[in-house]
């Protein structure tokens, strides 16, 4: 028979269909039903009220296609798209703005970051070099305003006029350039866009030069994942199609496609350092994701094979063997052990010990595995204080 369930609830209507019910004349009849095309066989028993305190779950395994997975360690890189260098636009003596200024500081567009101050130099002043600049510039403008009068007149010749425009011209440009870059308190230098500083080249009151960087600024908008593979692989980079990628610090796990993902580049030759091929990827940022840490990287391959496949939280490791929970009746459970293929991080292949239609433990696996041991579950199991 079937159970048909008719939830109203808010307004709407619901229906749960319970199919393929055994209904048996009385009590007895069901309390006496045969069980030898059931396992017993390293079963435990897990009432329903025990999972309900416990993040539980069980599902059927998945035949889906699976290719050859490879697993590598991947460092995180900002892109260098991301990334802006500002350098100093004159010489002097670099003077921080705030005690703030610091390698992971927040910053936002057109803040005050640094001044740069030539005044008190005796070599190569910028304060000097302006006044110079200026008076050059203003003398080279007399000078040509006057040639210019003086050809109407015809009393100069044009190269004359030609000379005195060429003097104005290289000056006024060498006026502007500095005018531009400078005023009494020197050059004051701004943050061009929102992000963090990711590296501090200078110190306060160290001298630069026209040019020198001074502070590397970074948006984390983009991340640039770098890993490097061995050459055994090289011949099926080209198929190459995903990744999952594994957080070292929480386990967690993300998809490519998840984080807006794409595979920039893989090397087609050797790196000359370790004779490993380099791959690079790029993903969104994510938050605790900071350039220079390390993820697990699991690049996965395109292929018609297909392959049966349960979550990686189904498994449970013991001793180097592979076990799941096999769902032999609602509250009784069978460890079983079996043999596992590729993993993405996400979810593993099985070769060997279970097949397609038997439901599986995927959730609180290890909670069944101690109600074996003790025959009771903790009270606080799944509860979190």
Known sequence: GSMIFNIEFEGNNYQVVVPEINVYADAHSALHVPTTDQSTVNTIGFTKEQSWKIDFATELPKVEPMGQVIKTTAQINSTPKDEILLTAGISGLIFLTADGILEGKKVV???????????DLLDNNSEVRFIE???????????????????????????????AKRNYDNAKVVYNNLKDNYNRSGQSIF???????KQLLVINGQYVDVGEPIVSISRNETLFLHADVQQKYHSILDNINSATIKSLYDN???????????????GRTTNIHNF???INLEIDYVEGFMPGSFVELYL??????????????????????????????????????VK???????????????????????????????????GALDAHSGHVH
């Open 109 to 119: 567009v057109d803040e005050l970051l640094f001044t740069i101050s030539g005044k």
């Open 133 to 163: 600049a200026k008076t050059a510039f203003e003398l080279a403008k007399s000078e040509y305003d006057r040639a210019s009068e003086l050809a109407k007149e015809r009393i100069i010749s044009n190269k004359e006029l030609l000379i």
């Open 191 to 197: 943050s061009p866009v929102n992000g963090f500083i």
């Open 252 to 266: 967690k796990v993300y998809t490519l496609e998840g984080l807006n993902g794409k595979i920039v580049s893989y």
């Open 276 to 278: 490993l091929i380099p």
């Open 300 to 337: 996965k391959t395109t292929t018609n094979k297909e392959a049966t496949t349960i979550p990686v939280s189904a498994i449970l490791e013991i001793q180097g063997y592979y076990f799941v929970f096999v769902q032999i009746t609602p509250e009784l459970f069978e460890m079983r052990e």
């Open 340 to 374: 596992i293929g590729a993993t993405d991080g996400l979810k593993t292949e099985i070769l060997q010990g279970l097949s397609k239609d038997e439901r599986v433990v995927t959730k609180g696996a290890v909670h069944i595995k101690l109600a074996r041991g003790t």
